[in-house]
Nanobody, 125 residues
């Protein structure tokens, strides 16, 4: 089993920055990629970014390209999300996820096997 714990959320203003962290523990050898999703009240869960440990490829949804950057440290089983130029529309609960398949379409939540409990990001105007 794998456990994921997110941290780094907070209450900020437009234009501010945050860095989210997600640490994996347990059977981490089974993890081949990790990603970030977010969900705002009344909205569907949305893909934000992902990293594949096998290829080191990263993926970012169009709405965050140029502002958010995913990175990771495989040795520490940790993934980060650097969030810059935050906007009110970024307000959401951010969830870390991990998948045990070698290759997946990273934007699909159903491809992920493990999920953290979320960390709240609130951006005021």
């Amino acid at each position: 089993q794998v456990q994921l714990v997110e941290s780094g959320g907070g209450f900020v203003q437009s234009g501010d920055s945050l860095r989210l962290s997600c640490a994996a523990s347990g059977l981490t050898f089974s993890i081949y990629g990790m990603g970030w999703f977010r969900q705002a009240p009344g909205k569907e869960r949305e893909f934000v970014a992902a990293i594949n440990w096998n290829s080191d490829n990263t993926y970012h949804t169009d709405s965050v390209k140029g502002r958010f950057t995913i990175s990771g440290d495989k040795a520490k089983n940790t993934v980060y999300l650097q969030m810059n130029i935050l906007k009110p529309e970024d307000t959401a609960a951010y969830y870390c996820a991990a998948h045990s398949l070698l290759t997946v379409v990273p934007s699909r939540p159903s491809n992920y096997d493990y999920w953290g409990q979320g960390t709240q990001v609130t951006v005021s105007a």
